[in-house]
Each structure stands twice: as C-alpha cells, then as structure tokens.
C-alpha cells in the first residue's frame, strides 16, 4: 500500500488477487496438475519415439491429452474467479473487484476507466478510433462531404446550413493541439511530430492515440491555421504532397515540424495587391494573399520564357544586360517556388524594386532584336580591325576621343538607350579609317610610279635585256594601284587586297624594293665585248654609273629582335653587292 502512494508510482494502476500453497486453492492445485499431467504426456511421445509403446500405450497417451485439455480449461476458469475476486489499488484506495462487474474482463476494464480521469484528465477529449486510411481521405477530398466518421465525430467539421460543411478550429481537438503549438512558439521551441506524440500520448493529461492528434493536424492545415515544415521545405497548402507523406508515415511526422500560422498584416496584403495590379495590368478577382500569389504565378508564366531567351541571347553575344536580366530572373523564380506568403511580402517589401526591374527587363527584351545585335557587333568590329588599324600606325586624329566614347557605351548595361549615338561613332571611326586608307593608298602609287619612272630613266634600261628588265619592275607595279575601292565596312582595296596596314609596310619598303629592282636591271645588261688582237671592240665602253644608296631606307622601322637586325642588315649587304658586281661606284649614306 506504501509503494501505491508514492509519487513515482502516482499513476500507476494495480490489481492483486490471491494465489497460494498454504493452504493450497484449487488454482495452485491445477497449476500443479496440469505441470503433471503435461510432464506425462511427454513421457509417453518418448517412448513412442522408440518403438517401445503398443495399443494400450497409445491409448493411454491420447487419454493423458483429454486430461491436460480439461484440467487446462479448469485452471483458466479458476484464475478467471481468483482475478475477479481481487481488488484494484490505485493511489492508495483499494476496491473489490467483485462488484465492478459479472467477469475479470468487465471488472478490470471498469476499473481502468473509473482510474483515467485522474491519471489523463483529457482523455475523453481525444477518445476517438482513427481508421488506417483516413487522414489519407480527408486530405485528398475536394470538399468535406462524406468524410471519414471520424473527423464528424471529433467535430473537426461540422455542418453549416442544409448542405455546407466547414472546418471547426473551435473544436476541442483542434484546440488543444493548436494552443499547445501557440504556447510552445511563444517561447520560440520548435515542435517536431515527435514532441506532440510525447505530449498528447505518452505523458500525463491526455493519454491519446498516436493517430489522434493527427486529425486535428490534418483539419488544422486544411484550414490554413497551421504551417509543416520538412525538409527544409515550408508548407502551408494541404494540397502538397508532402502533408500526406508526413501525417500519414511515422518516421516524416516524427522529423516534421509544425507551428502556428502567421496572418499577413492587412497593409501588406494590400501593397502587395497594388503592386501585382501594376506588373500584370490585371485586377485580382480578391484582396487575398492566395489570390495575388496566383496573379504573381501568372506574372511567371508571362515572362519567364521571354526572359530566359534573352538572357541565353545576351550570353551568347556578350551584351551587358545580363545583370539586370537575372535580377528579375531572381524574382521571378521567388514567385514560382515561394509560399504564397513569402510571394506577398516580398511584393509589399520590394515593390517598387520589382517594378522597376521589370520596366527594365521587358525593354531590354524588346530591344534584343537581330537589327540592334547587329549593330553592337558592328561597333565591336570597327573598333577592333578599322581603329586599331589606325592605331597601329599612329594616324589618329579625332578617332581616339571617338573610340573611347564608344567603348564606354558598349560596356554600359542601358548601351540600347544610346543606339543613335553607336551608329554616329561607327560612322566616324569608318570615315576616319577610309580617309586614311585614301590618303595612304594614293600615296604609295605616287611614290611607286616616280620610283619606276626614275628605273626607266636610268641609262641601264635602254640597254637591259627586256624581258628581265620588265620583271625587275613587277615588284614595284604590284603596289600602283589607280583606282582604289574599299567597301564601307572592309578593310582593303578590292584591286589590290591591301589593308592600311599593308599600305603603311610597302610606303616604307619602296626605296629598298627600288634599290632592288636597279640592281636587277644592272644585272640585266649584257656585258662589254672583250679587246681582240686586232684591236679594241667594236662596241663603245661604257661608263661607270655613280649610285647613292640611302642607309636608312633599310632601317626605317623599328628593330626590336636581333633577327629583324640581321635581316636589315642583310638586305642593304644584298643591294650593295648587285650594284658593284654591276660595275656601279656607290657611295652609303
């Protein structure tokens, strides 16, 4: 009785009956003859093992078997009265069990339903049988008519008018559950489905089914008045999946977590109701959080392929706009993955962030057509064939300022804003680049024409052999070009395939290519007849011919190798040595 009353043992429940050998009841001598009597039975299975029982054995083991059979089912009605006779104790009182009830099994049972009460106060508010498959029913139902009994029962919901059926949050169930979770986030704990099992089933008060506590979950988020977290992932919707993986498996409910569900503030709901009513130019049929959020998932399928194309078509041509593209990407993939929630704050937070971005991003798609993608290539082009050709030689003039506005453009997110101004620049640095090639071009036929004029002015050529003095001059010929023609756009003479480049490298070669063809002309000319025995020959000698050879013509460009020296050098050794074979007296300079 001392062991009842203490504390530990203050929800315990015991019933104690009697059971004695002195003096022995007829339970403790049935016990003792049914261990008899089964210890018989198994002496005769041994020695029919052995071969050793005939007829009148056998018979005598099938009766040993009637024997145990009856004293078994005497034993259980005598341990039936014994546990009926007894007395249950619990917190110290005793009751006899005799008049609790006609058997043990209605005496106990009584028993243990007079004790809940006391042990789980609540109990009663959770006493309903949860059927295997009805969570799985509610949640997947369209609306709440012919549920499972077992929600009807619990008044999880309830019938409103003739035929319409809603939700109860007021009922007990939900109640409790819903103010267990109310209380436990006042103090910031997080609670898991296996805290609601240890509260509301294995610890005082309640004392419910597991599954219990599930309906009112189920009821719960179906109203919107909870929120399940797994995974990582937030849902509010009994719609996902997800809530049927969780209230209706052990181990998801056991690692879930379930919290009270926060209204949105009505200002929110309504910045955010005015900021979707601006992006899409579409009034929402409802000032309702689900509602905007719809509108804003409509606002995603609107735009989400537009913006992925012209982010793709922006990589692929390397315009600056990419940013500003995925920017509303961000936004955009917010509002197709986010609970509908976080969707309405984040358009009352950042409205007007998000609409801007947007202006931005619809225009800039609009604006990524193949004519304007066209046109920043070309300026791209120009910039680095026609003004680094310029550069390259150092005729600039105006064209720097000009490049370096362009280049400033180009590299600007809003570079489709300036489009005019883009066109203007390509226009100058080609105009800049065409002057120079012009100028350049007529130069090097002037000065390649007064060098073969002044070849075929050379006493050598009246008397050079003319096949050979005509292909001395082809070097020379191959950079007269009269009349040049370089499309808008390209970069050399259609005649002669030049580019400025190659303009600038022949006007600084002429006076050694000229050099050249002097000496081959020289070599051209047959040689003096030899004096004969008869005196001298025929032919007249000839002069010896003074050339002047201009060192610095070699040396022109810049040498920066030893291998450019050696070819320099080379080529002015090569013309000194034509000239004198030829009979020349040259003076260097």
Known sequence: ??????????????????????????????????????????????????????????????????????????????????????????????????GLGKSAYESIRRYISNALPDIYPLFALGEYTVGNNDIEQFLRAHNLHGLPQSFYAAQLVIQQGPTSFII??????????????????????????????????????????????????????????IEITIGGKNIQSYTDPKVREVLTGAQAYRTASFAPHQPLDRKVIGDAYKVIEALSGKTPDDVNPLKIAGAARELVAQDRTRVHDALTFARAHQIPVIDLLNEYEGYLSEFAQGREEDIVKNLAEKGETIKQSRARAIRLVGMLTDENIATIVSARTVLHNQYAALAGIGVLNNASETATQLRAILNQPDLFESLVSIRDHITTLRTAYDHAYRDLHAQRTDRYREAIDSIQADPNWEVADVAQREAALIPLWQCVCQSPNVPLGEMACTHCHHDLKDLHRDVSLVAALRLEASAKVARAVPPLPLPTDDGPASEPARPRTSRTVQAATYFRAPLTTPTEVEAAVEQLRAALLNLVRDGNSVTVE
């Open 1 to 98: 009785m001392r062991e009842t009353r203490d504390l530990a043992h203050t929800n315990t429940i015991y019933w104690l009956f009697e059971i004695t050998d002195q003096p022995p009841t007829q339970t403790q001598t049935l016990i003792k003859e049914v261990h008899a009597s089964r210890k018989m039975l198994e002496r005769h299975q041994q020695d029919s093992a052995q071969g050793q029982s005939a007829d009148e054995r056998k018979l005598m083991y099938n009766e040993e078997g009637i024997r145990v059979n009856r004293l078994f089912d005497q034993l259980r009605e005598s341990l039936q009265r014994d546990v009926h006779s007894g007395i249950g104790i619990f917190r110290g009182v005793t009751t006899n069990g005799g």
């Open 168 to 225: 109860n949050p007021e009922a007990d169930l939900a109640h409790e559950v819903l103010g267990y979770l109310n209380r436990q986030r006042a103090q910031n704990i997080a609670v898991f489905g296996k805290d609601l099992t240890a509260f509301f089933s294995e610890g005082p008060i309640y004392g419910w089914d597991g599954e219990v506590p599930k309906l009112a979950l189920a009821a719960l988020i179906r109203n919107g008045a």
